[in-house]
């Protein structure tokens, strides 16, 4: 059974800092991996979508890559804001599932 | 503007006493999904359409029922709630699955006394 674990639950850097993601799943059989964030009170959103034959993918200033084989992916977020606060959630697809598989998310902070 | 609208966004009632919580989207997408939403445990699946008249559970769908009869709406109905429903719902949709990205609701908070 696929497992998607989130380390840390919690992050808070001073803002203009480059940080990383990091998100673990335990079944290496994947079609893709997406990055979301959630605001408080509000849904989540769709930021990166990684195919399972892809390195990364980028958008501005965030940068996913996926390592299939030791399953794990990573968010790097360079030069960080304060509006960049909010939780980050994975999720993974598996090859032969039509679910999605969530992690518990990384609440991050970017203090002024 | 493309969007998932949920309704009600927020809810209290009591044990028993049946709901519907709304979901529509605009995007003529073939895949709708509801998750609730926990401390600690994430999102977790309830149910999911890959076409009209075509649902199938997800990993929590005790105490959960969907239908799918219009290809824009997927109401989750609580026939008889109780408090470990007490959650925070979301309703998703996609293209086709959950191969493509997908478009979030954005939430309906339940509390059931």
């Known amino acids: 059974k696929q497992e998607v674990t989130q380390i840390p639950a919690a992050l808070s850097v001073p803002e203009g800092e480059n940080l990383v993601l990091n998100c673990s799943f335990t079944d290496s059989a994947i079609y893709n991996l997406q990055w979301f964030r959630q605001d408080p009170g509000k849904g989540l959103t769709s930021l990166l979508l990684i195919q399972s034959s892809q390195r990364e993918q980028t958008s501005g200033r965030l940068n996913a890559s996926l390592d299939k084989s030791s399953g794990r992916s990573t968010l790097y977020i360079a030069a960080s804001q304060p509006g960049d606060s909010a939780t980050y959630l994975c999720?993974?697809?598996?090859?032969?599932?039509?679910?999605?598989?969530f992690g518990s998310g990384t609440r991050l902070l970017v203090r002024p | 503007e493309a969007q998932v609208t949920q309704n009600p966004r927020y809810l209290i009632t009591v044990t028993g006493k049946k709901l519907t919580v709304t979901c529509s989207q605009n995007m003529n997408h073939e895949y709708m999904s509801w998750y609730r939403q926990d401390p600690g445990l994430g999102l977790r699946q309830i149910y999911y359409s890959m076409n009209v008249e075509v649902t199938d559970k997800g990993d929590v769908p005790e105490g959960y029922k969907v239908s799918r009869k219009e290809k824009r709406n997927f109401p989750l109905i609580l026939e008889s709630p109780s408090p470990n429903q007490t959650s925070l719902y979301f309703c998703?949709?996609?293209?086709?699955?959950?191969?493509?990205?997908?478009?979030f609701g954005p939430g309906t908070r339940l509390t059931v006394t």
């Open positions: 999720a993974v697809k598996g090859d032969s599932s039509y679910k999605l598989i």
């Open positions: 998703a949709s996609s293209y086709m699955g959950a191969s493509y990205e997908q478009y």
